[in-house]
């Protein structure tokens, strides 16, 4: 990355009163992972699908009485368009190092509480994904943690009885 990249923006402003519609708009952003550069001014990397998020937005704020408008910015440095993404990079790592947790706990379970944390952290694994622009380092631990769980425990294994089973068991 030798020169900045370009971004697209949402500046918008809501009504106070009622709140429903202000924390939807909040909720939905919060899911698309964007970088808070002010009140009411939030970016995602440029491409066809964030733009196309961020127009949907935009005109759900108009439909909630607000106002929105979605622009295409570069940052004017390379260091601050570093500093937004080091901020979106370390928000994802937060959301993996949960996952890392949850994962750790779970192995404690019983195989049908395994089974459950497996596939709901597969699910939080790919939501985090969408919004992961910055992969940190945390990301492959995370899958890594995720796909511990899919895995038999050996100790949980049962040893076969017949002795021909045995020494087939013992070499593999």
Same mark, same amino acid.
């Given at each position: 990355?030798?020169?900045? *990249?370009?971004?697209?923006?949402?500046?918008?402003?809501?009504?106070?009163?009622?709140? %429903?519609?202000?924390?939807?708009? !909040?909720?939905?952003?919060?899911?698309?992972?964007?970088?808070? =550069? *002010?009140?009411?001014?939030? $970016?995602?990397?440029?491409?066809?699908?964030?733009?196309?998020? =961020?127009?949907?937005?935009?005109?759900?704020?108009?439909?909630?009485?607000?106002?929105?408008?979605? !622009?295409?910015?570069?940052?004017?440095?390379?260091?601050?368009?570093?500093?937004?993404?080091?901020?979106?990079?370390?928000?994802?790592?937060?959301?993996?190092?949960?996952?890392?947790?949850?994962?750790?706990?779970?192995?404690? *379970?019983?195989?049908?509480?395994?089974?459950? $944390?497996?596939? %709901?952290?597969?699910?939080?694994?790919?939501?985090?994904?969408?919004?992961?622009?910055?992969?940190?380092?945390?990301?492959?631990?995370?899958?890594?943690?995720?796909?511990?769980?899919?895995?038999?425990?050996?100790?949980?294994?049962?040893?076969?009885?017949?002795?021909?089973?045995?020494?087939?068991?013992?070499?593999?």
């Amino acid at each position: 990355m030798d020169k900045p *990249g370009q971004w697209v923006l949402l500046a918008y402003r809501m009504p106070r009163e009622p709140s %429903r519609p202000r924390i939807a708009v !909040w909720r939905k952003l919060e899911r698309l992972g964007v970088a808070r =550069l *002010g009140d009411g001014l939030v $970016a995602l990397p440029a491409d066809a699908r964030t733009r196309e998020q =961020l127009d949907w937005l935009a005109d759900e704020i108009g439909e909630a009485d607000g106002s929105a408008t979605v !622009w295409l910015a570069t940052a004017s440095t390379l260091a601050q368009e570093q500093q937004i993404a080091a901020g979106m990079q370390q928000a994802r790592a937060d959301e993996y190092r949960a996952v890392i947790d949850e994962a750790a706990a779970a192995r404690d *379970g019983s195989h049908a509480d395994q089974a459950r $944390a497996l596939r %709901r952290l597969r699910s939080e694994l790919h939501r985090i994904g969408r919004r992961d622009f910055f992969p940190p380092r945390e990301r492959e631990a995370a899958r890594a943690a995720v796909q511990t769980l899919a895995e038999p425990d050996p100790a949980d294994i049962a040893k076969p009885s017949d002795p021909a089973e045995i020494a087939n068991w013992e070499q593999s």
